[in-house]
């Protein structure tokens, strides 16, 4: 029996899933070409989901308790994105790695005059049209780096997530990079890989740890020397971006960073809980906290390479190096949902994982604007008790996921099964 796109059940008025008898050649193809255009439907509904704020403005609390605000055309109004590129290169004031930054600039400077909400209206469409692009790219993408499992890429089309997540911020940049990453070394392009992975670096932080787990990855594979060239093409590309806004804006690259280390710990961190309960940890502390926490990712997921059955995809190592970093991080937004989303579905992850998974990001989702409207109206907010107990379910859903990633590679079969055969990991060649 082949793969289904979507769990048996919901597809049973359809006639299941398709047999052995199904026709060999073009079903695939047919089925993969469908599955790009429907991430139009989750980024329709997410749309939808922000009418509020669309029809009247990003302005005021009611945002938060129409679960309708979006950092983008926020960004648009702080940081003076109507500038452009240029604008952005002579006075940065916006707190976004570089790439990130040069993108929403650049598209800032295509808004037409008009009112405030008109100009934050069309700069938000905006970048939904370019999250669609991204998104579809990440499902092409998918589709390829596991062509014989279109669940993966149906997942990442149809995810609750895209919903919750996807119009946020510009994350999505940085998530189609990697997935482009994982489709470049899919096809043994090294120095693509490197290229798309240093730009991500540029685009978010948490790219440098799917770096590292191609790494380790890679070791066990046996295919540690290309994974190396990948690394140096990617810090070689990143250099060229750093050497040319130290250049041209040295204030653009460094200032993210530097707020990071000055930064309380955020909204969707476990370092926010003592701040819930009246005793805030220091800014350096959590920083040190949160790199100790990179730090602690790294080592897992060395140890879950050591101790796979078989040796692991780079999605399954970069979903427990990723997933555990995000856990310990900073601050951990809503929109970070969206880095784990094609990687959880290249690592074979089924429906019923992803679904658990969602529905805690949903929880947080809702729990998290009730909290930030204690800012204005504490009367109508969620209390911080009631805040952390949705902190915690949602690491507990990201927890599953790396859970069920760690189990699939020391107890197999998993859905993605590997076809080198296996070696114990003892006092062999292969040990780490």
Not at 46 to 74: H, K, N
């Amino acid at each position: 029996m082949r793969p289904d796109v979507l769990p048996p059940r919901s597809t049973a008025f359809l006639g299941g899933p398709p047999g052995r008898y199904a026709r060999e050649r073009g079903w695939w193809r047919t089925i993969a070409t469908w599955l790009v255009p429907l991430t139009a439907i989750p980024m329709a509904l997410a749309v939808l989901q922000r009418e509020r704020c669309i029809r009247y403005g990003w302005t005021g609390s009611d945002q938060f308790w129409r679960m309708c605000f979006s950092d983008l055309p926020a960004q648009y109004a702080i940081a003076g994105l109507d500038t452009g590129l240029t604008g952005y290169l002579r006075d940065a004031t916006l707190d976004q790695p570089v790439l990130a930054g040069s993108v929403m600039s650049l598209l800032g400077g295509l808004v037409p005059d008009g009112s405030a909400i008109d100009q934050s209206r069309s700069y938000f469409l905006y970048w939904v049209g370019l999250i669609t692009l991204l998104l579809a790219a990440c499902v092409w993408c998918t589709v390829h780096v596991v062509p014989d499992d279109l669940q993966a890429a149906a997942q990442v089309a149809l995810s609750p997530v895209i919903v919750l997540a996807a119009v946020l911020s510009s994350d999505a940049l940085a998530v189609a990079l990697v997935a482009g990453a994982m489709l470049a070394w899919h096809r043994d392009k090294v120095a693509l890989t490197g290229i798309l992975l240093g730009l991500g670096m540029m685009t978010r932080g948490y790219v440098a740890l799917v770096a590292i787990a191609l790494l380790l990855a890679a070791r066990r594979e046996g295919r540690l020397r290309a994974a190396w060239e990948a690394v140096l093409f990617a810090a070689a590309t990143a250099l060229f971006v750093a050497i040319f806004f130290i250049i041209a804006a040295p204030d653009a690259l460094l200032a993210p960073y530097l707020n990071w280390w000055e930064g309380d710990a955020g909204y969707g961190s476990l370092w926010l809980i003592p701040s819930i309960a009246g005793h805030a940890l220091p800014a350096w502390a959590v920083a040190l906290l949160a790199a100790a926490g990179w730090v602690l990712a790294v080592v897992l997921g060395w140890v879950f390479t050591r101790d796979a059955y078989r040796a692991p995809t780079w999605p399954q190592v970069a979903l427990v190096v990723v997933g555990m970093g995000m856990m310990l991080g900073k601050t951990v937004p809503v929109q970070a949902a969206l880095w784990l989303l094609p990687i959880a579905a290249m690592a074979g992850m089924r429906w019923r994982d992803h679904l658990i998974w969602a529905g805690a990001e949903a929880l947080h989702f809702m729990a998290v604007w009730l909290y930030v409207g204690a800012q204005t109206t504490p009367n109508r907010a969620l209390p911080g008790a009631w805040y952390v107990v949705f902190l915690l379910i949602r690491t507990a859903g990201i927890t599953w996921l790396v859970t069920r990633v760690w189990q699939a590679g020391l107890f197999p079969p998993a859905r993605h099964e590997r076809h080198d055969d296996y070696q114990p990991v003892g006092k062999t060649v292969g040990r780490l």
